[in-house]
């Protein structure tokens, strides 16, 4: 376990959680900001759990970490901390499940999330990537403190760059 709040907690993924992941990389609502296509298998998710997730955390000593909800007994979505080289800083991600939406989760796990990056990771500042009109995603990073720092390109896509330091 990463870290604890009253409904979630957030922890290392494991070769359990990739169903969870398919699901999180599959469904076109949850999908509508994110610069890819959906898996249509799940080795895909396989694939993105040994390659990207478990190399993140062997190489970084974190990465994207599974939101676990308590009363529900599942992984809802993810919530954690990636190295992105493209800006040589870390970004705080986010992705839940749409039945989950509008219910503070993103904001609880966001916030659970950014209170160890300096502990646990010594990391001083922290940057989340969203895509124009994903404004739920922009209301999470205003409301755990980030603000607007610059407009860029990811993926060839127009994001904003919201910051804040730790």
Request: charged share 20%; with cysteine.
């Amino acid at each position: 376990m990463i870290v604890e709040t009253e409904r979630l907690v957030l922890r290392p993924f494991t070769a359990n959680d990739v169903h969870s992941l398919f699901l999180l990389n599959s469904l076109p609502d949850i999908l509508t900001y994110i610069p890819m296509d959906p898996f249509t298998e799940e080795s895909q998710a396989a694939d993105i759990f040994e390659n990207v997730i478990k190399a993140d955390y062997q190489q970084h000593g974190f990465g994207r970490w599974a939101v676990h909800h308590k009363v529900d007994n599942r992984v809802i979505g993810f919530c954690g901390p990636k190295y992105l080289p493209e800006f040589d800083k870390v970004e705080l991600g986010y992705r839940y499940f749409p039945e989950y939406w509008g219910k503070g989760i993103g904001y609880e796990a966001a916030q659970a999330a950014l209170n160890t990056f300096k502990p646990l990771h010594g990391i001083e500042l922290a940057i989340a990537l969203i895509l124009h009109g994903n404004v739920g995603s922009e209301a999470v990073a205003r409301k755990v403190g980030m603000s607007v720092f610059e407009q860029s390109e990811y993926c060839g896509h127009k994001v904003h760059v919201y910051q804040c330091d730790l």
